[in-house]
Nanobody
Framework: QVQLVESGGGLVQAGGSLRLSCAAS????????MGWYRQAPGKQRELVAR???????MYADSVKGRFTISGDTAKKTVYLQLNSLKPDDTAVYYC????????????????WGQGTQVNVSS
């Protein structure tokens, strides 16, 4: 079992910044992809940004130029820097990790953190 622990959410005014952190722990696993998703009230969970082993990074169009994902799948940590925040960014932000285990690298499993609330006031 893999555990993801997030931190860094909070309340901020529009135009402000926050930094989210996520660390994965467990035994005998490797991470291929780490990412951040968000879910606003009444909406589906959506991908915000993800980083694949190496330098492959992608962002949702809605956050390009404002959010920056960083981290290292080998070190099992990922961060999300949120700048120029807007009220529409208000959501619960979830860290995710796509994991393989040493006993069968063909199977991939996705794990989720517990979520951290980001509230942006206008």
């Amino acid at each position: 079992q893999v555990q993801l622990v997030e931190s860094g959410g909070g309340l901020v005014q529009a135009g402000g910044s926050l930094r989210l952190s996520c660390a994965a722990s467990g035994r005998d696993f490797s991470i291929n992809v780490m990412g951040w998703y968000r879910q606003a009230p009444g909406k589906q969970r959506e991908l915000v940004a993800r980083i694949i082993s190496g330098d492959n990074i992608m962002y949702a169009d809605s956050v390009k130029g404002r959010f920056t994902i960083s981290g290292d799948t080998a070190k099992k940590t990922v961060y999300l820097q949120l700048n120029s925040l807007k009220p529409d960014d208000t959501a619960v932000y979830y860290c995710s990790a796509d994991v393989t285990y040493s006993d069968d690298a063909r199977k991939s499993f996705r794990y989720w953190g517990q979520g951290t609330q980001v509230n942006v006031s206008s």
